[in-house]
């Protein structure tokens, strides 16, 4: 891990052990974040995103387990931690901001209650200091009337609301790193551009680093320093968002950026992927994507290709990147 790194995954492998087989959600995922900065880890539905979150905060629902990897953060190897190590970084050095925050915060608590709860459990402090320090850190992500919102319960607040009291919960205790999993998904744009403008300022305000788990490469562009795109629990390409969008090479991450909707160029018709994100039980030989990929050749239905370094600080998994001239995000 260098210098600046917080966080380096390499080899990661996480499987679902279920009745019909062997579920590879993740496989030989690599992931690195500097301090300070946002990383964007995009797919689809399916392609291991989400999984490779919860490997790293280490809450992989069972019948998942984490077979192989390393995930070092802070010097440490979070892997090789016991569970009670691992309460004391969860959470308080490492935050998870939820895809739907409804699921996550408890409905018979009040709003200051849950805060006070994550304060205490990882700082020496009385429950008043905690609710005085939740009123801050709910004034903090843009809530008015935190003195009132705070005896308050989720059901009688706004899904924009509830997801800005996620963020302040996952703010509570100064953490270097967020993970924020699709965290405008079940908003209304206008109040996605809200939450994407709180987390930038946020991080930017407190200087931490942070991952943003989406399928949406519009949200990637506007908020990313760096991007990893995955599919089928693998990564396909990994460089800054300027070198991704720019000039891709992929034509997984080609395909993803010719779906987006742009209204400069008034498309009349979404190009869309063919098929699907293939069944990890049994995924297709060679490269997982050539099924769906219209630059397949035999090598790519015979041969897993390696993952390649550019030089330029990026890495590709495809057998035929060099010869591919594939549309950016401006072409397409």
């Not at 409905?107 to 700082?123: F, N, T």
């Not at 939450?195 to 949200?219: P, Q, R, S, W």
């Not at 897993?304 to 330029?312: N, V």
Request: charged share 20%; aromatic share 6%.
């Amino acid at each position: 891990m260098s210098f600046d790194q917080i966080l380096s995954v390499s080899g990661l492998r996480t499987y679902f052990y279920t009745y019909a087989g062997v579920v590879k959600a993740v496989d030989g995922i690599g992931l690195q974040v500097n301090k300070g900065e946002t990383v964007g880890l995009v797919g689809e539905s399916g392609s291991g995103k989400t999984v490779t979150a919860q490997s790293i905060m280490r809450v992989v629902p069972t019948p998942g387990k984490t077979v192989e990897g390393e995930i070092e953060f802070q010097g440490k190897n979070l892997l090789k931690l016991t569970e009670s190590e691992m309460q004391h970084i969860r959470g308080k050095e490492i935050a998870y901001i939820p895809q739907d925050p409804t699921t996550t915060l408890d409905p018979v608590y009040s709003v200051g209650d849950q805060l006070a709860e994550v304060i205490m459990r990882h700082q020496p402090v009385s429950k008043k200091y905690a609710i005085t320090k939740a009123i801050e850190l709910l004034r903090n992500v843009g809530i008015a009337d935190p003195q009132v919102r705070i005896s308050q319960y989720p059901h009688e607040l706004s899904g924009g609301t509830k997801q800005r009291i996620a963020i302040a919960r996952a703010l509570s205790c100064e953490p270097s790193l967020i993970l924020a999993d699709e965290p405008t998904t079940a908003l209304d744009v206008t109040i996605q551009a809200q939450i994407l403008e709180l987390l930038t300022a946020l991080k930017d305000k407190f200087n931490l680093a942070m991952v943003l788990i989406t399928h949406d490469m519009g949200i990637v562009a506007d908020t990313c320093d760096r991007v990893t795109v995955l599919y089928a629990g693998q990564v396909c390409e990994t460089g800054t968002a300027e070198q991704v969008f720019g000039n891709p090479k992929h034509p997984y991450t080609e395909a993803l950026l010719s779906s987006v909707p742009n209204l400069a160029l008034r498309k009349k018709h979404l190009s869309v992927i063919p098929g699907n994100v293939p069944n990890l039980i049994q995924p297709p030989s060679g490269c997982r994507f050539h099924p769906r990929c219209s630059y397949a050749r035999k090598v790519c239905i015979d041969k897993d290709p390696e993952l390649e370094s550019m030089g330029d600080g990026r890495i590709v998994h495809c057998h035929r990147w060099k010869e591919l001239d594939l549309k950016s995000a401006v072409a397409s």
